[in-house]
């Protein structure tokens, strides 16, 4: 009886230590407002995938996941930042790329050379948080 209670420690002690490693070393959402500060106009789309961790939605993949958030909440997912770089004239699809975070949307419009000319933070969610994600939120990390 002994060893069987010895060997359940020893296997739980184990099982809190990977999960608490797990989620201290879980990669962190890139796409908040402070990303969103590094972004400057006239970047390469290149440096903006550096600082965003990666490539970005077309606008058509944006806008379904948008409307599919939508359809389950029956609300508006997101609230337009009033700081925000406005573009001068209008784009095409081509030239819009989103990423999607926890908590944020980062919209940014390239130029045909591939700069960005404008760039828009929406604060909400769209995407759905994990268990690690939903952990951190609980314990506010």
């Not at 990669?27 to 006239?42: Q, V």
């Not at 406005?86 to 990423?99: M, Q």
């Amino acid at each position: 009886m002994k060893r069987k209670l010895k060997w359940l420690a020893i296997v739980l002690a184990v099982s809190v230590l990977g999960f608490g490693t797990a989620l201290l070393l879980w990669p962190r959402d890139r796409i908040t407002a402070e990303s969103y500060k590094k972004i400057r106009i006239g970047m390469k789309v290149a440096e903006v995938e550096e600082i965003l961790g990666g490539a970005a939605m077309d606008l058509g993949d944006a806008l379904a996941l948008y409307t599919s958030v939508v359809a389950k909440s029956g609300k508006e997912p997101l609230e337009l930042d009033s700081s925000q770089h406005n573009p001068d004239h209008e784009f095409t699809n081509d030239d819009v790329k989103i990423w999607v975070g926890r908590e944020a949307v980062i919209t940014t419009m390239f130029d045909r050379k591939g700069h960005v000319t404008a760039k828009i933070l929406q604060r909400g969610r769209l995407a759905e948080p994990n268990l690690i994600d939903r952990l951190r939120d609980w314990l506010g990390w």
